[in-house]
Each structure stands twice: as C-alpha cells, then as structure tokens.
C-alpha cells in the first residue's frame, strides 16, 4: 500500500470509528492490510492535521475543522482555532510564553508558528496540549503574544 492509499485509509477510519490512542488506529490498519509503524502513522496524522477531540470522559481522534469554512483543509486555519490561552506579560521571563491548545494540536500551532514568525523565535517546546515558545527577545515576545492572541479571538 502505497502513502496516498494509506493517508485515504487513515483518513476513512478516523472519520467512522473511534480511536483515542494510536496503537488501536494502528491494529485497525493493519486488519486492513496497511503494515505501518506507529512511528509512521503518527507522523501521517500529524501531516494531515488530525487531532484529539473530548468525548465524555476521554478524547477521541479526529480530522480538524477549522472555522472558516473557506479554508477546510487548510491546516494552517486549523492552527488558529486551537489557541486556549496565552500567559500573561512575566517580568522575570520576558523572552517565555505558555500557550494552552486543545489537546493532540500542538504540533500545528509550533508549525504554523515557525512557518509565519521563524525570525522570532528561538525555540519551542511542545507536548500534548501545551506550548513553551521562547522568543529571541521580549519585544518579540510580546509581538508573537499579539498574533496568539489574535489566533484565540478568530
């Protein structure tokens, strides 16, 4: 199975089964005759911008729906729409920001960050839900703040 027949495959599960951890999209996979690694899946879902979504007491995965119905596929929408919350100004860590995402995008909104504000930043750091965005200097901090906040109003 070629990349394209599996993105399709992924894209086909995600959208009529629930999945909340990747081992089972694997398994469900490979009931289908796609032999991937999980390390390969879990890219395939970070390129096309599925991410996690609550249901009831867990999450579940999902393609993303970005809000401006003119852009729904555009991952880069989606970024803008995950956005939670942005720390405030921190006197004694002034280059630092803590970005709140909706769990499973972070990886998103560190993309489209670099991809928009790379001359900015001098590194960012992600988990599940979470982003620390280190700016180059506070005026740029307070500048990247700006457009993530921007991104929280859209």
Known sequence: MNKRERLALIREL????NFSKQGDLVKALQARG?????????????EMGIVKVPIGNGYRYSLAKPKAPAHTEDKQATA???V????DKHTTLPC???VDVVPG???LVKRRLLDEESDAIFSILTDD??????AN?????????TILLSWKEA
Do not use: G, K, W, Y
């Open 105 to 107: 995008t972070s990886r």
């Open 84 to 87: 939670l919350n942005v720390t």
């Open 34 to 46: 796609c032999h991937a690694t999980q390390a390969t899946i879990s890219r395939d879902m970070d």
């Open 137 to 145: 200097t506070p005026e740029q901090a307070s500048q990247l703040r």
């Open 129 to 134: 839900e979470t982003l620390l965005v280190v």
């Open 14 to 17: 995600i959208e009529n089964e």
């Open 80 to 82: 803008l729409v995950t």
């Open 96 to 98: 630092l920001l803590s």
